[in-house]
């Protein structure tokens, strides 16, 4: 019972460190086999600057900069393109209109 323990742990192991070092080539390759496709590394999904109006520095739709101080809060909108406000004036979106709505509600202009 004792060596049976004892193979079964070197074997996990060895699977442990079998995917540590070469977990990612395997993946690769798997994939590659498989699906016939290759995965990309840091791959960048950020928006690029194009004809799109109403982006800031950071491609986000919004009015202005996000404020980095201690007082502030940012707010971020994850959706589709309802969330966005396709087709909308970037104060039309429901992002802006919850920050117009909070603005007024606690009189700040953060």
């Known amino acids: 019972m004792k060596g049976w323990l004892v193979s079964i742990g ?18 690769q390759r798997i994939v590659s086999v498989w699906f016939g496709v290759a995965l990309v590394n840091d791959i960048d999904h950020r928006m690029k600057p194009g004809d799109e109006t109403g982006l800031n520095s950071d491609n986000i739709r919004a009015v202005r ?6 007082d ?14 396709m087709w909308l004036d970037v104060e039309q979106a429901p992002p ?3 920050e117009s709505l909070l603005r007024e509600h606690y009189q700040t202009d953060r």
């Open 10 to 27: 070197i074997s996990l192991l060895l699977v442990i460190l079998v995917a540590v070092f070469f977990g990612e080539a395997i993946q």
């Open 65 to 70: 900069e996000a404020d980095a101080v201690n």
């Open 72 to 85: 502030a809060y940012n707010i971020i909108f994850l959706g589709d393109s309802y969330v966005f406000g």
């Open 96 to 98: 802006a209109q919850l």
